[in-house]
């Protein structure tokens, strides 16, 4: 569990992330589901994030999806990247290792 002086604020670039998912899928019409929707918002708008936000646990069940076709094509993205940039991706998941660890 995060120590207390953890404010969970997700820093800019995890921020960064979540908006580019949130464009591809508004110009795509495909990524995610309305949760992970809404939790690319939050990450977003950069709000705090409560210690049970189970960033960790979306992230490694999204993983598998790099290895998808057209994973990281901006101009013609899957879905399943889209849903790994609503978890903020490669960012998002070193940030949520180390507030776990923390």
Known sequence: MASEANDFMPPADVAAAAEKGLELRRYFHRGGTQVGVARAR????RRKLSDDTRMVSY?????????GKNFGNNGDPS???IAWLFGSGDAGS???????SA
Do not use: C, F
């Not at 939050?42 to 708008?45: A, E, G, S, V, Y």
């Not at 992230?59 to 290895?67: E, G, I, P, Q, S």
């Open 42 to 45: 939050d990450l977003k708008n």
């Open 59 to 67: 992230l490694a069940r999204h993983k598998v999806d790099k290895r």
């Open 79 to 81: 879905a399943g990247y």
């Open 94 to 100: 070193a940030w949520a290792e180390e507030q776990k």
